[in-house]
């Protein structure tokens, strides 16, 4: 257990210079209707916070009732600039994963990792997800 978690702690530092320039400047907040799996928690659903931590905004902290998650993101840009601010799922049938955080007035954001969860259901054949995306406030 120890050593998986120094190689996550190296790994989050070899990943600060490229999560730098995609920095969460303020706690996001959005009420999610539906449980969803983060960094391989079921979260439940309700209120839910996204807040960086961390030098160079390395690590998002996921809070969602009584249950909090850290998920090192990738630092995502897109071609087109967000019109708003958004938290994005993917949907398998009746399960959701938490796939990317979307910054109004900017072309930079996260993507979430696919958790081991996610992988297995892709596995099985099931075809791509749904997309759904639920606006956040600032």
Known sequence: M??????????????????ASAQLHNTLKADVPFAFNAGGVTMPAGACMVQSTGNGQALLLISSGTRSVYVL????????????????????????????IKQEGNNRGFDIPRTRAEKEILAKNVSESDVEVLLASK
């Open 2 to 19: 120890k050593k998986q978690m120094l190689v996550t702690l190296a790994l989050a530092l070899l990943a600060l210079p490229g999560l």
């Open 73 to 100: 993101p990738n630092a995502a840009e897109s071609s087109s600039v967000a019109s708003e601010t958004a938290l994005v799922f993917h949907k398998y049938g009746d399960v959701y994963f938490l796939a990317g």
